[in-house]
Antibody, heavy 123, light 110 residues
Framework: EEQLVESGGGLVQPGGSLRLTCVAS????????VSWVRQAPGKGLEWVAV????????DYADSVKGRFTITRDKAKNTVYLQVGSLRAEDTATYYC????????????????WGQGAQVTVSS | QSVLTQPPSASGTPGQQVTMSCSGS????????VYWYQQFPGTAPKLLIY???QRPSGVPDRFSGSKSDTSASLAISGLRSEDEADYYC???????????FGGGTKLTVL
């Protein structure tokens, strides 16, 4: 079964940081870009970041630019999201999602999603 | 405030057809594909429609998508109780140079 599994979420104080991990199993996403999408409690979906298949291209939502960093380790079939300088408004469930087309980054075609990692920012 | 506008709620009775709208602009829906996601409470979103009107394998043909100008629609025919979920539209925005989502429509099956 193809699946993505996130981990690394938790409770963190404002200004703190976490590293979220997204591991692929049953599929290789080495040829695919991966995005992170978050959902605040009771709210809609918000795209956060994308990394290309090669890992050489990344982009971020303005709301997280300069505070979050997306990277990937192709050998480990893993994508990371380092979240830092956290604010209360970053409290959300963070989903990683595989893009539906090889190589393509400029798409919202997200065909496989993880179960989500909960990040709570509170003192 | 989402870039794409969806009605917050929709409802229907079993067997009916329900249509949900997604309104955008020239910088997003007009020149880009629209995608639809279904989300049940406490679970991850699931791709329902891609490239405006294509269904991934396993999605029933009761679900259909369409696009015209700067708007898109998701129709569900033969409504079932298990269709009760949140539905999100999404597309690329050329001005923002990134993906954008609608605020979601909560579907209730009466």
């Amino acid at each position: 079964e193809e699946q993505l599994v996130e981990s690394g979420g938790g409770l963190v104080q404002p200004g703190g940081s976490l590293r979220l991990t997204c591991v692929a199993s049953g599929l290789s996403f080495s040829r695919y870009a991966v995005s992170w999408v978050r959902q605040a409690p009771g709210k809609g979906l918000e795209w956060v970041a994308v990394i290309s298949d090669s890992g050489t291209y990344t982009d971020y939502a303005d709301s997280v630019k300069g505070r979050f960093t997306i990277t990937r380790d192709k050998a480990k079939n893993t994508v990371y999201l380092q979240v830092g300088s956290l604010r209360a408004e970053d409290t959300a469930t963070y989903y990683c999602a595989k893009h539906g087309l090889p190589v393509t980054t400029d798409t919202v075609w997200l065909d496989t999603w993880g179960q989500g990692a909960q990040v709570t920012v509170s003192s | 405030q989402s870039v794409l506008t969806q009605p917050p709620s929709a409802s229907g009775t079993p067997g009916q057809q329900v249509t949900m709208s997604c309104s955008g602009s020239n910088s997003n829906i007009r020149n880009n594909y629209v995608y639809w996601y279904q989300q049940f409470p406490g679970t991850a979103p699931k791709l329902l429609i891609y490239k405006n009107n294509q269904r991934p394998s396993g999605v029933p043909d009761r679900f259909s998508g369409s696009k015209s100008d700067t708007s898109a629609s998701l129709a569900i025919s033969g409504l079932r109780s298990e269709d009760e979920a949140d539905y999100y539209c999404a597309t690329w925005d050329d001005s923002l140079r990134g993906p954008v989502f609608g605020g979601g429509t909560k579907l209730t099956v009466l």
